[in-house]
């Protein structure tokens, strides 16, 4: 009984896909061979600006590794289409999830992104020279995350014009919260979680180091030693604890920071 409804899960998921961008993007970007796997699945609504660029795998080739306008957190966005602009290269390095109503622009230069990332609702990215992103990385909803900021600014008494962009590096492990802006040339260490709404610059991260909780505008670290707990079992157990013990404030779990990749994420399976 669970294979058969296995069986009719998978089969009610594929008629979910839009096949007609799917097969589009997959043999406009991929050779035959690797096109006809579909590893580049499209949900939902989905406007392709451009296609010129390229889009590839540092990672074994497999049905759906890279997959645009699945809903994995419920916001409004989600059902908004997905804008593709690629004309620079998109390097994936693992199973990576964008939700939909997300903006990628990538003009030039190439966005490099880990495995088992993920893209929240209504996320912008915007690449001009450089991005990239590490593994088991995660941005909520409606994060930017820009490294240029488009226009270039004159001082109309030096005439001095100063470059307008700059390659943003987000580490591994990161966990970016809803609405938070990341601007040019900013490199943040592996494992730091960022407050709702926050805005980094390349200045406000300097110095910052690694399992840090930064917040406001412009950025400043509120924490140091912390992470995020990414094992859905465990917080699952962590959310039946406090729902139980209601007077509870805090628990104990395990020190240091361990290694969660052996899980296989539900958002990433067809």
Not at 88 to 116: A, H, M, P, R, Y
Not at 162 to 184: E, Q
Not at 240 to 254: H, S, V
């Amino acid at each position: 009984m669970n294979l058969l409804k296995k069986r009719l899960k998978f089969i009610f998921n594929l008629l979910k896909i839009n096949w007609f961008k799917t097969i589009y993007i997959n043999f406009k970007t991929q050779n035959f061979v690797n096109a006809c796997r579909f590893p580049i699945i499209v949900w939902g609504k989905c406007k392709i600006i451009a296609i010129n660029g390229a889009i590839e795998f540092e990672c074994p080739i497999r049905f759906g590794i890279l997959q645009f306008g699945k809903d994995i957190d419920g916001f409004p966005a989600s059902f908004l289409p997905t804008t593709l602009l690629i004309s620079g290269k998109l390097l994936i390095k693992g199973n990576v999830v964008f939700s939909g109503g997300v903006n990628l622009s990538i003009w030039k230069g190439t966005v490099e992104i880990g495995n088992f990332c993920r893209f929240g609702s209504g996320c912008v990215i915007k690449c001009i020279e450089g991005i990239s992103f590490g593994k088991m990385t995660r941005l909520s909803a409606h994060c930017v995350v820009m490294d240029t900021d488009v226009h270039f600014i004159r001082n109309i008494a030096t005439g001095v014009t100063k470059k307008a962009f700059s390659p943003i590096v987000i580490g591994s492990y990161c966990w970016l919260n809803a609405g938070t802006l990341v601007g040019k040339g900013v490199h943040l260490p592996d494992c730091c979680i960022t407050g709702r709404s926050a805005f980094l610059s390349k200045n406000s991260v300097i110095g910052v180091e690694s399992c840090s909780f930064l917040v406001g505008s412009p950025a400043r670290v509120r924490a140091k030693g912390v992470v995020r707990i990414f094992s859905e079992s465990e917080e699952i157990r962590l959310q039946e604890y406090f729902l139980t013990n209601k007077i509870a404030q805090e628990t104990k779990t395990f020190l240091g920071f361990p290694d969660e990749e052996y899980q296989t994420f539900a958002y990433f399976i067809i």
